[in-house]
Nanobody, 127 residues
Framework: QVQLAESGGGLVQTGGSLRLSCAVS????????MGWFRQAPGKERQIVAA????????QYEDSVKGRFTISRDNARNTVFLQMNSLKPEDTAVYYC????????????????????WGQGTQVTVSS
């Protein structure tokens, strides 16, 4: 059974940076497709960034392109979300998600693409 634990959230000013970590246990991160989602108050959970099982293919939500980067450290069995140039509208609870994926190249961008979820970490960007 895959377990995910996010960390790295917090309070940051506009323009600042944070790096979220997702520690993977129960399976090697290199065998999983990974995604980062976020949910702001009163809004639905949405994709932020996702990576294929191979680690080669990534996709980003339009509003974070050029600011956020998803990456993976297989030796540490950890997936990261580097967030730069943060804006107040980035404020949300951020969730890490994982699944085997339908292929090594598939990048899942929908909630139904993932069967394993972390508890979430709060990111607050002050103006």
């Amino acid at each position: 059974q895959v377990q995910l634990a996010e960390s790295g959230g917090g309070l940051v000013q506009t323009g600042g940076s944070l790096r979220l970590s997702c520690a993977v246990s129960g399976r090697t991160s290199s065998s999983l497709a990974m995604g980062w989602f976020r949910q702001a108050p009163g809004k639905e959970r949405q994709i932020v960034a996702a990576m294929s099982r191979s680690g080669v293919y990534t996709q980003y939500e339009d509003s974070v392109k050029g600011r956020f980067t998803i990456s993976r450290d297989n030796a540490r069995n950890t997936v990261f979300l580097q967030m730069n140039s943060l804006k107040p509208e980035d404020t949300a609870v951020y969730y890490c998600a994982a699944d085997l994926g339908i292929s090594r190249r598939y990048v899942g961008t929908q909630e139904y693409d993932y069967n394993n979820w972390g508890q979430g970490t709060q990111v607050t960007v002050s103006s």
